[in-house]
């Protein structure tokens, strides 16, 4: 447990951010009422996903250029952490989108390209299963990585704005965060949940990694 | 000269315009959103102190899957101090 202090600060931060998304004053909206507060859990998910999936990329660019098998681990670590965020997201969402929008899953744009962009990481998770030698499962592995970033990116953020039936803020003329955002009580709550989150999601992937560590050194 | 004052129209222009669309927003957030009581809210459960007892639950809950992470965390710890790798091993 060295370096221990930045699991520290995301314990805290957690800690802060539950208090202060139940108990901190909210705005009162019709339609959102109290679940206004899902701000501060749905939406951190997929800031923490977009953040763990950019670092994934990132890893795995640099495996591309070294070969470095440990580099692997991390892309691969930080891709699955990020779909874990994004399965969360997305459920969290048709939850919501239960009592806002009237039925959990109703076509979205929003929620469909979201849900095609999780199926792609997907199919990078299932892809590295499916090859048997470990450096050529890292090479298409992380090539493919590359790839389903550069989907990822238009499907969240450029598709769903271009339509004009979207329901989710942020799209198709709806008000985004941003209106939110110009709300400086949400946010105390909402950039610190944010960077708690992902940071939990940070803690997840180092453990991972570092059993895989133990288990690549056992197996030689 | 009156190319300045029209470059300068249009901008305010394009800040008018700007602030306009801000807006249009449906959710529009101001002070008077946190007064407006024609809204209907939890206030009951804030009042009478119930939304602490859904608080302690899941502070509760999220300090049990701390616990089981830092004693996770120390088990991986002690196995790389056996296996002889760095003890650092963290995030590069």
Known sequence: MKKKWWKILTVLLLTYSILGAFL???PRLAILNETIRNLHFHVTMWFGMIILLTVSVIYSLRYLRSNNMRL???AVEFANAGVLFGVL???TGAVWANYSWGEPWSGDPKQ???AIAL???LAYLVLRNSLEDSQQRAKISSVYNVFAFAALIPLLFILPRMTDSSLHPGNGGNPGFNSYDLDSRLRVVFYPAIIAWTLLGVWMVSLRVRYKNLKMK??? | MIKTVKKIFVFVLLFVSLHVQAQDGA????DESYTDTSVEMADVMRENGKIYVVVAVV????AGIVVYLVLLDRKISRLEKEMGLRTKGEIE
Do not use: K, Q, R
Request: charged share 20%; net charge negative; hydrophobic share 50%.
């Open chain 2, 27 to 30: 959710y529009e957030i101001t």
């Open chain 1, 72 to 74: 692997d681990h991390y």
């Open chain 2, 59 to 62: 502070l509760m809950l999220f």
């Open chain 1, 119 to 121: 199926l792609i990481y």
């Open chain 1, 218 to 220: 056992w197996d030689d």
């Open chain 1, 112 to 114: 469909n390209s979201a």
């Open chain 1, 24 to 26: 901190f004053d909210v």
């Open chain 1, 89 to 91: 997201g997305i459920a």
